[in-house]
């Protein structure tokens, strides 16, 4: 079967990190953002044979334009990784429901879309693999992080419960939850403060990522799965 993948969120930090992995391991790939020039970027980065879209998640209709232009341009797309995030941290008393809404649009509702979008054709071929990016206050809770964490800990139940709905088909669905990672979403963080709080003493790489979402894309007998990736972060939480 060739590789064909897709990932959302491919044009910046764990995604970009994802993408260029999964490139390195012979997938043809389609990078997905809002902004297409970052996108495009990306996938000339990658080699030939790389497709950028541009795509909102939130947006049904971006996300089935992406999908038939994937198509046409790369065939089928069997592996599917979930980037595309945002987060707009703040107590809960201070968050604005257009805050709320858009964090539950682009974390949850896109990987909903993009999934059901990805999945006519896996079922089709008789077989794909998904990874969905969490988090890991998405199962642990964090003070500040309401909607966010809801967000992720939403997509956990929607992924094991995607993987049950479509184990027969050979399809899996696994997430990964990251502790605090590198990228533009946490440039803003007191980081000396935090890491004291990692047992691994360090924030994460987008390289650390990626390799635990190649793991989970590529092993057969996984599905439903929830793997934490945050230099044991969970542990004091
Ligand atoms: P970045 O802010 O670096 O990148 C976010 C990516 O998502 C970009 O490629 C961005 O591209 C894309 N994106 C955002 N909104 C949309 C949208 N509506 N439609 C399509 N693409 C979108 O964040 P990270 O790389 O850190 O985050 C990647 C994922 O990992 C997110 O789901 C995040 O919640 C999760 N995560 C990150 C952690 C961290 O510490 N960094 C920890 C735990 C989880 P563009 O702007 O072009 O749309």
Redesign the pocket.
């Known amino acids: 079967m060739e590789k064909v993948g897709a990932v959302?969120?491919?044009?910046?930090?764990?995604?970009?990190a994802v993408a260029q992995l999964m490139a390195q391991k012979g997938y043809r790939l389609a990078i997905?953002?809002?902004?297409l020039e970052?996108?495009k970027a990306v996938a000339r980065d990658l080699g030939e044979n790389h497709l950028a879209l541009k795509?909102?998640?939130?947006k049904e209709e971006d996300v089935q334009k992406a999908f038939e232009e994937m198509e046409t341009n790369l065939g089928p797309v069997n592996f599917l990784v979930n980037?595309?995030?945002?987060?707009r941290d703040g107590l809960l008393l201070r968050t604005k429901t257009e805050d709320m809404v858009s964090q539950l649009h682009?974390?949850l509702l896109?990987s909903m879309l993009t999934c059901k979008a990805a999945l006519r054709n896996m079922i089709q071929q008789q077989g794909g693999s998904i990874v969905n990016?969490?988090?890991?206050v998405g199962l642990k809770g964090n003070s500040g992080q309401c909607v966010y964490s809801a967000s992720?800990g939403g997509l956990v139940g929607f992924s094991r419960s995607l993987a049950k709905e479509v184990a027969r088909k050979k399809i899996r669905v696994n997430v990964i939850a990251?502790?605090?990672?590198h990228?533009?979403?946490?440039k803003d963080m007191k980081e000396e403060q935090l890491k004291k709080n990692i047992p691994l003493g360090r924030f994460g790489e987008?390289s650390d990522v990626a390799h635990a979402v190649i793991f989970l894309l590529e092993t057969p007998y996984v599905t439903g799965h929830v793997l934490i990736v945050d230099g044991g972060l969970q542990l004091v939480m």
């Open positions: 959302f969120g491919g044009s910046r930090g764990i995604g970009k997905a953002g809002r902004n970052a996108a795509c909102d998640v939130a980037a595309a995030g945002i987060n682009t974390n896109g990016i969490g988090s890991v992720k990251p502790g605090f990672i990228t533009d979403m946490t987008p």
